[in-house]
C-alpha cells in the first residue's frame, strides 16, 4: 500500500463495496470547504484584533532597511 496505488484485496481486485458513490464524494467535498470556511474566519477574526500591530511592525522593518541600505550607499561611493 502506498499513496499513489488504492489498496488492493488478496487477489489484486479492488472490492466494489469500497467504491465511494457521487453522493458520498459531494458530501465529503462540502464537510472539507464548510471546515475550510470556519478556519478562514477564524484566521480573520484573528487578523483583524492584530492587523494594528502588524502594519506598524512592516513599517519599522521597512525603515530600518531603507536605513542601513542609505547608510551603505554612503560608506560605498568609492
Do not use: Y
Not at 463495496?17 to 484573528?46: D, N, P, S
Amino acid at each position: 500500500m502506498s499513496w499513489f496505488e488504492p489498496d488492493r484485496n488478496a487477489h489484486g481486485k479492488k472490492d466494489e463495496k469500497e467504491k465511494e458513490t457521487m453522493t458520498q464524494r459531494f458530501f465529503t467535498a462540502c464537510l472539507l470547504i464548510l471546515g475550510g470556511v470556519i478556519v478562514l474566519v477564524i484566521a480573520l477574526e484573528f487578523v483583524s484584533q492584530i492587523w494594528g500591530w502588524l502594519v506598524l511592525a512592516a513599517v519599522i522593518t521597512l525603515a530600518i532597511w531603507v536605513a542601513v541600505r542609505a547608510i551603505g550607499a554612503r560608506r560605498d561611493r568609492w
